[in-house]
């Protein structure tokens, strides 16, 4: 990633980092280790990488205090308590430059008289503003969002191109959805036709409720409620192509990685991690940080705290131990055979 | 979920119930018993939620006859033979009174002059309407809906925000896709490049052909066949970020949860249920009436009528049945090597 | 598949074909044997095939060249090295019918006045094209896609309908992006806020990198770098709703089957394949060449060539052999606690 052109100095005084080495030396690029070159600014957190280092083209690198690290002529140290820390300081600098932030109704954006929009937020081109809508300061619609009618979006949240809000979706603060989020389809609720053949459709008549800080990751879905609300608890991050059933409770502070599947009206406490492709089945429950390993399939609730993984999930020590016997499997059912051998000749 | 104020009398004469308590208690919101307060209706479909009703703030419940329930003071309790289904009748009647049938095309809708198009249909804001396609009485397509050339849609079915339908796919009458479905993409299919190095794509010219009363979820993907076409049958309920490869066979009445991916050519009967994040790959057939379980993996044919679980799937009792050893592995890996140590004392 | 009527004579001059029988049939379908009828067309490749021949009502067959077939009166048999490869080659034809080059930017596309686009692009309704894009000549943008700025698409690529392109993403010449894909959404990094509670977010601030004649699947994700490119391989062909994570580095040529997910920087090599619903966690390394089986879940790094199965995935020979065992637990069960009694009662 090109960066604008800052000097050693001046990345020193952004990141409060002691400096070690020349205080002029431009950097354009930051890059790993291995594929440095003139000019790019790389990151030392442990010794592993210090030893990296050694052969290294980088012109500079962000290093963790306590990390022994051999200069090298010519290239700047610059030493902060925590690299990764100083990193993210870092990029949000850069972020910042990238990020435009847009004021305004773009002149294709179709917008129903009874929507309040604040006079600072952005509604971009191709979007569709429904009846009775509230929009707060900052918020960023990107081009074509589609919000339905009497939703809500609170302040300096970003939606991202596709994203689709149906009816009565509320958004916290400082959220970021990302490219085509489906926010608010029905629940999936069909129950036996009387008369024996095929499905009846149970109407979803609730809505989703989505705390603030929530990122949304790219394609995800979460339905809403039958009645009452699908909620998403403050600051609960969700990676892309995940499914959220109708009427769950997700707690604040959560980690759901890609792929991830909740089923109707399961509720996970504050602080839960679900790694990818993790399964959890209708009316469940997943104490407070607790994790899930990914690929585990739930079939019971998990205690508050405790790690499981596994299909179906058990406790992790217990699922590894499990595993670890699966893996000889071949070996003991030789064994056996050989001992049910040896008993029909001993007897 | 805020209803239009019902009183107690008008819901039980819409719901055909047996009133006991008062009958001028209006009711303006449905919610469960835990979370009830006053002015809420609720659901006893079982002695459970008998008890729970006892400590809940709930003005009035309906209750399935046979179910026995405590009266409270100031509460009204509606009688009906079946409070589930009662439920989806009255959450029909919100759900009507949620719903506007929209008419007319919308200016910034672009329609080849082609398509034909029902008077009482709707082409919402930015929709992008192909040559040749035809569209039924009564269709909805809300906002920014794409159909391709040579579509047909039929009666009153309704296409949210985000819908892509690739050329030439056919759906029938009261379907309901759900945002950001995509129908009729390319098929999955390359063959290794004769040259050695590379693939050469399989053209699909093919297409999708969706019955009557089918339900699509949010973001789920339908591949058009090579040639020929892939089939939905009537009455089939897909749930979100399901993916349905090219010249599957689906039939009808079947339940597809979340995350499902089903292979090329694969055929499914009449009423299968696949749980969530099922896969079946290429060409394998699911009998009619057939279900798998959630997480199932299937490698071979599953007959009608049975129930197979797990990876590689397997009938469900058998599957259960060495699932419950797995569990118990380590012992029975002590065992063995205890086993092992006295025979080898013994002789 | 309804064909531009052709005759069994043209057909066996486009395919380069021997033909047997009647050179003025006029073929208007391709089908499978059994649900061919007069006028359709068949392929056998193999002998299983030529018997489903003598019970098909089929018209005519493309025929491998060494596979026996019976000709039945009236009908023709076109003779090929390999029917396979001559019905893709069909297929391109009608394929080739079907689509429509188009040239210009639609009135409703919105687009930036510092973007460059080839004067034979073209740029369908209601797309979004933003600062500093570089759109080569022959790119089809069908209908509402959005551009990020400082985008660069390569010449004769496709991108269908709810395309989405974050800023700065790289993409070769023909490639094929389907309906509702996701590029350059904010990989999904955070880590624990110094607070002790919440998360901060990882700013992402790199970019997709894709190669020449690549595929992607409907609703499929591919995040950008942290710092640095997440990169696509030349050729390689991805299914639909696949995740691919921040800085992963994919090789040419690879096939990733759909639902599968891939964790931030993890790298595969050449001519990898990716069974349906694979799950690789971040900072893994699959060798070139090397194929993991639908549903596994790799937890370390897969050698060149190799070929991998199961939850955790080992070699496929030894995952067979541990999951034939687990087939027969109970049995193993009952032996061990037979043996158990049975010593018991020697000693």
Same mark, same amino acid.
């Given at each position: ?68 690290v051999t200069p090298r002529p010519d290239t700047t140290l610059l030493i902060v308590d925590d690299a ?38 952005? $509604?971009?081109? =191709?979007?569709? #503003? !429904?009846? +009775?809508? *509230?929009?707060?300061?900052? /918020?960023? @619609?990107?081009?074509? %969002? ?109 980690? $759901?990685?890609? =792929?991830?599947? #909740? !089923?109707? +009206?399961? *509720?996970?406490?504050?602080? /839960?991690? @679900?790694?990818?492709? %993790? ?33 179906p999930a058990q406790r992790a020590r217990d699922a590894m131990a499990c595993h670890a016997v699966f ?21």
């Amino acid at each position: 990633m090109t960066l604008p052109s800052l000097t050693t100095g001046q990345i020193a005084e952004l990141v409060n980092a002691d400096l070690q080495g020349r205080d002029d030396v431009v950097i354009v690029r930051l890059s790993g280790l291995h594929e440095a070159v003139a000019g790019d600014l790389c990151f030392i957190r442990s010794s592993e990488f210090a030893d990296q280092w050694k052969n290294s083209n980088a012109s500079a690198a962000l290093v963790t205090r306590d990390v022994e690290v051999t200069p090298r002529p010519d290239t700047t140290l610059l030493i902060v308590d925590d690299a990764d820390r100083a990193m993210i300081m870092l990029l949000d600098r850069v972020a910042a430059t990238q990020t435009k932030i847009q004021v305004g109704v773009h002149p294709t954006a179709i917008v129903d008289p009874s929507a309040v929009i604040a006079p600072d937020a952005y $509604i971009g081109p =191709h979007c569709v #503003i !429904g009846a +009775s809508v *509230t929009i707060a300061a900052r /918020v960023q @619609l990107l081009s074509r %969002v589609c919000v339905g009618n009497e939703c809500t979006i609170g302040e300096a949240t970003i939606l991202h191109p596709g994203v689709v809000l149906y009816d009565r979706t509320v958004i916290g603060e400082r959220c970021l959805l990302h490219g085509n989020v489906v926010i608010g389809a029905d629940g999936f609720g069909f129950r036996p036709d009387p008369s024996g053949t095929g499905l009846i459709k149970v109407p979803h008549i609730g809505h989703v409720d989505i705390g603030d800080d929530v990122e949304i990751g790219a394609g995800s879905c979460v339905d809403r409620g039958k009645f009452g609300a699908t909620t998403i608890g403050t600051g609960t991050k969700i990676d892309n192509l995940v499914q959220i059933g109708h009427n769950c409770a997700i707690g604040a502070h959560c980690v $759901i990685c890609g =792929h991830t599947g #909740i !089923g109707g +009206s399961t *509720t996970l406490g504050d602080g /839960v991690t @679900l790694g990818g492709k %993790v399964g959890l089945p209708d009316n469940l429950t997943v104490g407070a940080g607790a994790t899930l390993g990914g690929g585990s399939l739930a079939h019971e609730d998990i205690p508050p705290g405790e790690v499981w993984i596994g299909v179906p999930a058990q406790r992790a020590r217990d699922a590894m131990a499990c595993h670890a016997v699966f893996r000889k499997l071949p070996q003991l059912s030789r064994t056996v055979k050989k001992l049910a051998k040896q008993l029909e000749n001993t007897s």
